[in-house]
């Protein structure tokens, strides 16, 4: 069974604070990914990688960067967070482009 | 515009009876759907993954349908459990190149006693 842990499970940032959302896979997949779901809303791509050391923009990445240590290891970092960035972040990761996707439990993350 | 619209946005049955849930969708390219099932506060879970013109597929009490040329799916959840109290996402893959997928917002389905 595909293992995907996100840490932390819930975290209350300040508005202009720096947020680091972290991700592990055990599954040596190549394929990871971060969503952020709003609440009654569908998941929308901030970033993703296929491979170690390098990430790609997804459809928002705006106010948000990510980083890719290891085949393991993706982050998602909020430099200067802000109100509009409250929401559940789900990391994911898979085999190849063709295959489901394995999904995190999420970080629930809350800018006041 | 929604690319991919689900209905209804909210279901409410009794255990054991059956359910339909819908997914529209005007994305291209459609190279394959997959429902997932999040239960509240977890990840989503792959039920089942759809990829070619009339698809149908059964994994236990669920089955699904995909018609490509009307683009749309349908999720069948036979004899309802309790524990099939979740959000049901409908999720099209529109690129082999990225793996990109383009997320409904999902059906919230309650099974009550």
């Known amino acids: 069974e595909a293992a995907v842990t996100q840490s932390p499970r819930s975290k209350v940032a300040v508005t202009g604070g720096k947020v680091t959302l972290s991700c592990h896979q055990t599954?040596?997949?190549?394929?990871m990914y971060w969503y952020r779901q709003d609440t009654g809303h569908g998941l929308r791509l901030i970033h993703y990688s296929y491979v170690a050391d390098s990430t790609e923009k997804g459809d928002i990445p705006d106010g948000y960067k990510a980083s890719r240590p290891s085949q393991e290891n993706f982050s998602l970092i909020l430099e200067l967070a802000s109100l509009s960035q409250t929401a559940v972040y789900f990391c994911a990761s898979r085999p190849d482009r063709g295959e489901t996707l394995y999904f995190g439990s999420g970080t629930r993350l809350t800018v006041l | 515009k929604t690319q991919v619209e689900q209905s209804p946005q909210s279901l409410v049955v009794r255990q054991g009876e059956n359910c339909v849930l819908q997914?529209?969708?005007?994305?291209?390219?459609?190279?394959?759907l997959r429902w997932f099932k999040q239960d509240t506060g977890k990840g989503l879970v792959s039920l089942t993954v759809?990829?070619?013109?009339?698809d149908k597929t059964s994994n236990g009490r669920y089955s699904a349908t995909l018609d490509k040329d009307a683009k749309h799916s349908t999720l069948h959840i036979t004899a309802t459990l309790l524990d099939d109290t979740a959000t049901y996402i409908c999720v099209v893959g529109v690129d082999t190149n990225t793996g990109k997928l383009t997320f409904g917002d999902g059906t919230v389905l309650t099974v009550k006693p």
């Open positions: 997914c529209n969708y005007s994305v291209t390219p459609d190279n394959h």
């Open positions: 599954n040596n997949h190549d394929y």
């Open positions: 759809l990829v070619h013109e009339n």
